[in-house]
């Protein structure tokens, strides 16, 4: 079994920033994918970004150019760069990753980010 650990999350002011990271526990070259998800009270997970093999990614329209999701190989690490955020950036923020494009294998056990008005 993979172990996906986030770290990062926090309370921030709107207009600030934070940067999520997803530490995996096995080489993240054996993944098709690797993303970031998040969940708000009463509301279904979503996905906010994705990193795919070869370096292309893809954000959620709510998030283009404000979020960057970026790897380090040599860490076995995703991070998620968050700027300009807003209350409705408010959630726990999942990691995943998948060893194919059909479904996400692994999921993290998620960290809070709390963004105040």
């Known amino acids: 079994q993979v172990q996906l650990v986030e770290s990062g999350g926090d309370l921030v002011q709107a207009g600030g920033s934070l940067r999520l990271s997803c530490a995996a526990s096995e080489s993240i070259s054996s993944f098709f994918a690797m993303g970031w998800y998040r969940q708000a009270p009463g509301k279904q997970r979503e996905l906010v970004a994705a990193?795919?093999?070869?370096?292309?990614?893809n954000y959620a329209d709510s998030v283009k150019g404000r979020f960057t999701i970026s790897r380090d190989n040599a860490k076995n690490t995703v991070t998620l760069q968050m700027n300009s955020l807003k209350p409705e950036d408010t959630a726990v923020y999942y990691c995943?990753?998948?060893?194919?494009?059909?479904?996400?294998?692994?999921w993290g056990q998620g960290t809070q980010v709390t963004v105040s008005s």
């Open positions: 995943a990753a998948a060893y194919g494009s059909r479904a996400n294998d692994y």
């Open positions: 990193i795919i093999r070869g370096g292309f990614t």
